[in-house]
Each structure stands twice: as structure tokens, then as C-alpha cells.
């Protein structure tokens, strides 16, 4: 375990994580330190475990733990349940939203906050006192207030499923956040809305992780960290640069590099 810096807090650490589903090993020996205030991307061919790792996060049933551990802010996280993670701070932006049809956004949203509060022991809203909140987390993601009376993505473009997302985080406001492929199907415009959205929600006493196959996400969000997993092991890291060269040279060359080592 690398040794902190003076002030740094720990928000995630994994240690030698092994991971199964349908009996088959996705993870095999991931290790991965992330501190408060750091933003970390997360990269790698198709089939390396990227989604994995995020659902495994947020506490995905369908995986089977094997091996190693996993600490959230120095407490077991496989001892919580999905929802208590997310009542702890764990956040998890889907790859692919659900639609959740006759749900309003608005309830949704107001729902889940008072969970949160409840657990933090803070006061919980009416919709009258959330509608005050809520009004200024839509400008973070640049949503119009229609949105709340709809049902929770149902008819929504891809681009608004994934802005959603990023408005869900505002509200909650998690200590670890996971964005799987959140850039994915994003137009140039979607892109830097939902990438504004992040970097006006990444401060000091909280963590985000990236997992992305495309450099360009970086072009918006810049990473402190950008690691490369490839069968199921983190087997380089580095920073914005490492990301750069990938654009350029693909992964053949870092799975050359693993079969040699």
C-alpha cells in the first residue's frame, strides 16, 4: 500500500481483487488506490474488465468475489448491501440508463436524497424544499425543469440519459463516484455538457473513476490518473500522457509488454 501523503484520505482501496461471473475469471489480481480529490480513468481493450470492476463497485449481484478485498473509506465494502453502498456514498452512472416508466424524475431524485440524508443523519426534504435544491442542480447539467415530470428516462435521447446520470450525482453527492462509459453514444455537444457537469462536482473530499475506451473523454475531464487493465489486472498506469498514446498506438502494444513480463 503506497504511503499517503500528509493530509491525502484513502476513499478506495483495492487490493488484489479476483472476480467470477458464470463461473468465468474476469478479475485476476486488481490493485488500485484512489485518494480524495483525485479523478482516475480507467482503460483498456474490450473484455479487459473495466465494467466489471464498476459493477462489482455498486455491488452487482450477478459477480462472484473470489479473491482479495475491497475498502471504502477503511470499512469492508462487500460487508454492504447495494443500497447501503449508495447510502454510504458509492455512485454508480450506468453504461446504459434504465427507463423506470410512471416513476417522475422528481420523485426519483427526492427519494434518493432523503435516503442519503437519512443515513447521514440530515434533515429530509418535502418537495417544496427539494424543488429549491433541485432547481440548481439542473444547471449544473444544463436541464430544463421539464424533465422532472417525466418518468425517470423513458423516452429520453442518449444524450439526456447520461446528463440525467450526472444529475443524479449532483444530488447525491457521493464520496466515490463510478462513470461507466458515460461518455459513450454522446455527441460533441452532449460530451461537454456531461463532462462540465463532472469536473463542477469533483473537489477535494471526493473521488470519481473514469472508464472509458476513448482519449477524447480526457480532452474534458483531466485525469490525475489513467491505468491500463488488461485481463483483469491493472498492468500500467500513468497520466494524461499515457492516455494520448493509446489514441495513437492502440493496445497491441501493451499486451505485447504483459506477455513478455
Known amino acids: 500500500m503506497p504511503r499517503l501523503k500528509e493530509g491525502e484520505v484513502t476513499v478506495l482501496e483495492i487490493r488484489n481483487l479476483h472476480a467470477t461471473i ?3 475469471e474476469i478479475l485476476r489480481g486488481l490493485t488500485l488506490t484512489v485518494n480524495a480529490g ?16 464498476a459493477k462489482i ?13 475491497v475498502l471504502f473509506e477503511g470499512k469492508n465494502l462487500f460487508e454492504l448491501e447495494a443500497d447501503e453502498r449508495a447510502r454510504a456514498g458509492v455512485f454508480l452512472a450506468f453504461q446504459y440508463p434504465i427507463e423506470i416508466p410512471g416513476v417522475s424524475n422528481a420523485n426519483f431524485l427526492r427519494m434518493a436524497y432523503n ?3 437519512k443515513h ?8 417544496l424544499e427539494f424543488d429549491d435544491l433541485i432547481q440548481e442542480k439542473l444547471k449544473i447539467v444544463e436541464m430544463d425543469k421539464s424533465f ?15 446528463r440525467n446520470e450526472i444529475l443524479q450525482m449532483a444530488v447525491l453527492e457521493p464520496k466515490l463516484a463510478v462513470l461507466d462509459e458515460t461518455d459513450s453514444g454522446l ?23 473514469l472508464v472509458t475506451h476513448y482519449q477524447r473523454l480526457l480532452d474534458y475531464i483531466e485525469p490525475h490518473f489513467v491505468h491500463v487493465l488488461y485481463k483483469g489486472q491493472i498492468v500500467k498506469s500513468g497520466g494524461k500522457d499515457l492516455a494520448l498514446e ?6 497491441d502494444w501493451i499486451k505485447g509488454a504483459s506477455a513478455a513480463a
Do not use: Q, W
Not at 148 to 162: A, D, H, I, P, W
Open 22 to 24: 458464470d463461473g468465468k
Open 38 to 53: 483525485e479523478i482516475h480513468a480507467i482503460m483498456g481493450p474490450n473484455g479487459s474488465g473495466k465494467s466489471t470492476l
Open 57 to 69: 463497485l455498486a455491488g452487482h449481484p450477478a459477480y462472484e468475489v473470489t479473491g482479495g478485498e
Open 115 to 117: 435516503e442519503k440524508a
Open 120 to 127: 447521514d443523519g440530515k434533515d429530509e426534504l418535502d418537495p
Open 148 to 162: 422532472l415530470n417525466r418518468s425517470v428516462n423513458e423516452g429520453f435521447s442518449g444524450g439526456e440519459k447520461k
Open 187 to 209: 455527441d460533441i455537444d452532449a460530451l461537454r455538457i456531461v463532462a462540465g457537469g463532472v469536473n463542477k462536482l469533483a473537489n477535494k473530499d471526493n473521488a470519481i473513476i
Open 246 to 251: 493509446l489514441e495513437k498506438k492502440g493496445y
